[in-house]
């Protein structure tokens, strides 16, 4: 998963340098496989602004332009592009860059005619593949300001290697939450304050869930006079950071939150929705839906969807539909932040070849809790940055809440387990940190209860585990095992096995190790009469009894050998035979009686 460390920054102090970051977060456990700098090749290119421009006196196809480039003097840069006007901003290499393409600017004379520096398109920063001209930029960044910085690239990105049961790290505060107790700095989680108004939500919009157990929460807010227009810059760098294409504000905005929160969301056109109205049940086998892509599904009874009055309009937890998608003519929007079973997302996911990052969530186990902080977080957003307006009431269906799980700690255990003495209050102030409230506290234990987010968290020793890491392992002093070191002569047989060993490789065969359990039909073709001892619950038939001999095991060797066309083949075992002892048996189950053995076989 990328991280974007500017954005990191908004919910939590951070370490000094990012190395330091990276290597606190891999010891406790999230590892940072990566980092990228995206503007660490743009040093040297700084926002210009063209404030003359005149024809080349020895070039039909260049001109000698005159550059405010934030310093004393304006700057002479003759070029060749012709989609400028004076006035424009645009990116300017200074004499002493290195581009991205490995163009190194120098002070040069042009036909005659000197030049300090060039002005640069998209393609020779990298930035895209084909240009037909210099880059235009925003007319109100100021001549001087570093080019990675204007463009939002002056940001590391942190590439986490997310493990599928710490889904809770899945987001942007699921990350700072570690960061914040590794090193001890507060976490600052956003609080949106809504101004409600207009016609209450259950009179605009109905939501009905018939299938509480693959959708045990439903929620949904009504939002209107949205005005649909491209993202605030700010948003669609993160977004671009991350890896999300950016689209319209209403989309960028769920998909902002998704990143923020770890909650996927959707947003519908509620004038398409007919009737104005959520159904979120079963799919009908045959049923069709056209997904965000263009294409058409057919879906399965198995599948969940949610629908309008009419026909499906979502693809649960996995992808929207078409129908209700929002456009630029979008002014209306249900807001949905909902939470699926896993197991039927993936079911669902995998039978359609989708992988998103809504199911990519949902798959591992998305957070109950955060469906309504993200729902209002997405609200709070659409009031800002879409102009909408928030009717009052949020719809929540939520019908069989569920306590969360609780875990006992037992103090002395953290000693007896990790191997050194952790104090008790860092403990307390490691699982505290990590969202984990005390109940209920009596001699020398405390009773947690388990954040919904943390489906890992399931026992004692799930807690243990947390304390270690986040104390790091790297503080675990390595000791010794104690013990009495045993000065007892080697057995006799021993002695006669290890000789035996070096007599038979010497020989030139090799030794094997095969399994004790075998199939009744490969004692019995050796015509063996010995009754072996039978399993209980044996892995399959063909591993059903014990062996009475080592001759089968050889021969399955040999058997799969001779199919890979090997020529030669000199094996040898040594191991036991187990065979049913009339004396010492409880009940009707004999006692088995184990006799050392030695075979070998040669062919070719």
């Not at 649960?316 to 807001?335: I, P």
Request: proline share 6%; charged share 25%.
């Amino acid at each position: 998963m990328k991280i974007s460390v500017k954005w990191l920054g908004d919910y939590v102090a951070l370490p000094p340098s990012v190395d330091e970051l990276a290597r606190r977060l891999t010891a406790a456990g999230l590892e940072i496989e990566g980092l990228e700098r995206p503007g660490e090749g743009l040093r040297g290119v700084v926002v210009a602004q063209i404030k003359e421009s005149v024809q080349h006196p020895n070039a039909d196809k260049l001109s000698v332009t005159k550059i405010d480039a934030g310093g004393d003097a304006l700057v002479q840069v003759v070029c060749g592009a012709k989609n400028y006007k004076v006035g424009d901003k645009v990116p300017l290499a200074t004499v002493g860059t290195k581009l991205p393409n490995g163009m190194e600017i120098k002070q040069a004379a042009l036909r005659g005619v000197d030049s300090s520096g060039m002005l640069c398109s998209s393609k020779e920063l990298g930035l895209s593949e084909e240009s037909s001209g210099l880059l235009i930029l925003s007319p109100d960044l100021k001549p001087g300001t570093p080019i990675a910085e204007a463009l939002g690239l002056d940001d590391v990105v942190l590439e986490v290697n997310i493990t599928p049961n710490r889904p809770d790290a899945l987001s942007h505060l699921g990350v700072a939450r570690e960061v914040s107790v590794v090193t001890g700095a507060a976490l600052k989680v956003p609080q949106p304050k809504l101004t409600e108004s207009g016609t209450p939500a259950s009179q605009s919009a109905k939501v009905r869930v018939e299938d509480s157990v693959r959708c045990p929460r439903y929620a949904a807010r009504v939002v209107e006079n949205v005005t649909i227009k491209p993202s605030p810059q700010w948003m669609q760098d993160r977004l671009k950071a991350c890896g999300v294409r950016a689209i319209n504000n209403v989309v960028d905005i769920t998909n902002y939150v998704n990143l923020e929160f770890g909650q996927p969301l959707h947003a519908f056109d509620l004038d398409k929705l007919g009737g104005q109205e959520i159904v979120v049940r079963a799919a009908k086998k045959g049923e069709k839906l056209t997904t965000l892509d263009g294409k058409e599904r057919t879906l399965d009874q198995e599948e969940l969807v949610i629908c309008d009055r009419d026909r499906p309009q979502a693809l649960a937890g996995v992808m929207g539909g078409g129908d209700s998608e929002v456009t630029e003519k979008t002014t209306r929007l249900l807001l949905e932040s909902a939470n699926f079973l896993g197991s039927g997302v993936r079911r669902a996911a995998k039978r359609h070849a989708l992988h998103t990052e809504a199911s990519h969530r949902f798959e591992r186990g998305a957070d109950l809790d955060a469906v309504v902080p993200a729902i209002e977080r997405a609200a709070q957003l659409l009031i800002e940055l879409a102009g909408g307006t928030v009717a009052p009431g949020l719809i929540d269906i939520y019908p069989a809440e569920k306590p969360p799980r609780q875990v006992t700690l037992r103090f002395a255990r953290v000693e007896k387990v990790l191997g050194v003495a952790v104090p008790e209050a860092e403990v307390r102030r490691i699982l505290e940190a990590l969202g984990f409230q005390k109940l209920a506290e009596s001699a020398g234990q405390a009773t947690y209860s388990v954040p919904r987010a943390r489906v890992d968290v399931e026992r004692e020793e799930d807690l243990l585990e947390e304390v270690a890491r986040v104390f790091g392992y790297d503080n675990i002093p390595a000791k010794l095992p104690r013990g009495l070191a045993s000065l007892a002569p080697e057995p006799a047989h021993s002695e006669a096995e290890r000789r035996l060993r070096q007599a038979m490789s010497g020989a030139g065969l090799d030794e094997v190790v095969n399994y004790s359990f075998v199939a009744p039909k490969n004692l019995e073709v050796l015509g063996l009469k010995e009754q072996p001892v039978a399993l209980l619950n044996p892995l399959s038939v063909e591993q059903s009894v014990m062996r009475t001999s080592l001759i089968p095991g050889l021969l399955e060797n040999l058997s799969r050998s001779v199919r890979h066309q090997v020529e030669s083949v000199c094996l040898y075992e040594t191991g036991r035979a187990y065979f049913r002892d009339a004396e010492g048996g409880q009940g009707t189950r004999p006692a088995a009686r184990e006799v050392n053995r030695v075979a070998g076989l040669v062919w070719g």
